[in-house]
């Protein structure tokens, strides 16, 4: 009976399913999706392709679009760019056809490239930064912005602090609880003075921000509080900041595509954007149950296993708490990228500082991700030298013997 009701109800997309058959089999057409709902979804499918399209002959398409657009400003680029099939013609077939492949066996041509160009999360990828073609009418909102903050180009530093006040269905990301802070982000209080100190803007860029931070100053600027804001504004900031400050979200991909230098202040071991060496990790700490003592990395990676997007759920059972970095490590994280920006020299010395890190990463890959290994042959981004010193007590001291 369940058969039955599922094939009357993809009977419509008949003459969709036959379309994409004929042109993969007989014009060896392939298909590419642009996640339309998601800003790093969107980024990653456009950065990806421009630095792939001359391997496949492809069908482009929006898909998501009934979740909403993220951003309409940048989708608005994108579609300068490329010509896009209505989704209609292949988004549902498409999804019809790959579950009657997984079923039978059959249909294997059928699929999105995407998949073939992503690789391994963002590792891997090695790719050209991307330029943005902005419109007579982008810039002037930027200069306007410039203008009436008074914000020099390349003297201000972005901040994107994740909650979830941008969510329009906080239920559908329960999974994602333990990358809230713990305290409202008060332990990022002392960076941004530190940096407004220097001679710096700091900019908050995000959609609805809901955690309002408690910084009455006029060199910090929160762009969820301008009236009416263009979302332009908020791309074009990320473009020309100095820097980026992120605790991991979908404009992470953005800084990415513009090769911005960029500290990533991580609830848990993840991708990594292995090839860049302006890019600064820091993760936050991991305690299990009533312990006091925080889990080192060798505890957290390779003895729980506790990597690459687990859910809130799984850690909730596993009686793990995220807990946010204290003031100081975040800061001083700020003050190593900033003497990594100003003197690219240090970038050896923090490499070797960083190594002990990505030895129980590559250790923790070879484990549990083997697949993952060749795109993590030769890692480039760093791990806060700070951290790392002034934290080795809580980290593992045992030299390693495993080999790669």
């Known amino acids: 009976m369940y058969k039955i009701i599922y094939v009357l109800k993809n009977a419509k997309f008949i003459p969709q399913i036959i379309l994409v058959l004929i042109l993969t089999y007989i014009f060896n057409f392939r298909f590419y999706s642009f996640n339309v709902s998601r800003i790093g979804h969107l980024s990653e499918d456009y950065f990806i392709f421009l630095n792939n399209k001359k391997n496949y002959n492809c069908i482009l398409f929006l898909s998501h679009q009934d979740v909403g657009i993220c951003n ?9 760019r490329f010509f896009f099939f209505p989704s209609f013609f292949f988004e549902e077939p498409i999804k019809i056809i790959n579950k009657i492949r997984q079923k039978y066996g059959i249909f294997n041509r059928v699929n999105l490239v995407n998949k073939d160009f992503k690789k391994s999360g963002y590792a891997g990828y090695n790719l050209k930064p991307i330029k943005l073609s902005y419109s007579e009418k982008h810039k002037k909102i930027f200069n306007d912005f410039l203008k009436n903050y008074k914000v020099k180009e ?3 530093v972005c901040f994107s602090l994740w909650e979830m006040g941008h969510l329009k269905n906080k239920k559908i990301f329960s999974h994602h609880k333990h990358r809230l802070s713990l305290n409202n982000f008060k332990n990022y209080y002392q960076s941004i003075n530190y940096l407004i100190q220097n001679g710096f803007k700091v900019v908050r860029i995000g959609k609805n921000n809901s955690i309002k931070l408690k910084i009455n100053h006029k060199n910090y600027i929160d762009t969820s509080n301008i009236l009416n804001k263009n ?22 991909y953005l800084a990415y595509m513009f090769n911005k230098p960029m500290i990533i202040n991580t609830p848990i071991v993840d ?15 991991h305690y299990c149950g009533k312990k006091k003592s925080e889990l080192n990395f060798q505890e957290i990676m390779i003895n729980r296993d ?7 759920q799984f850690l909730k059972k596993k009686k793990i708490r995220i807990l946010d970095n204290n003031r100081f490590e975040i800061l001083n994280c700020v003050k190593d990228i900033l003497k990594l920006i100003n003197d690219q020299k240090k970038y050896k010395k923090y490499r070797k500082i960083s190594e002990y890190y990505w030895e129980q990463y590559l250790l923790y890959i ?39």
């Open 72 to 80: 309409q400003e940048l989708l608005e680029i994108v579609k300068k």
């Open 154 to 156: 390349g003297k201000f």
């Open 231 to 252: 979302e332009i504004l908020d791309i074009m900031l990320l473009n020309y900041c100095k820097f980026f400050v992120t605790t991991t979200g979908g404009l992470d």
């Open 271 to 285: 991708n990594v954007f292995s090839e860049k060496k302006n890019i600064m990790y820091l993760l936050r700490p």
């Open 306 to 312: 506790l990597g690459f997007l687990p859910k809130y």
């Open 366 to 404: 070879n484990k549990s991700h083997k697949k993952l290994l060749p795109f993590y042959k030769n890692i480039k981004c760093l791990y806060s030298p700070s951290a790392i010193q002034k934290n080795m007590r809580s980290y593992s001291k045992k030299k390693i013997t495993n080999k790669i």
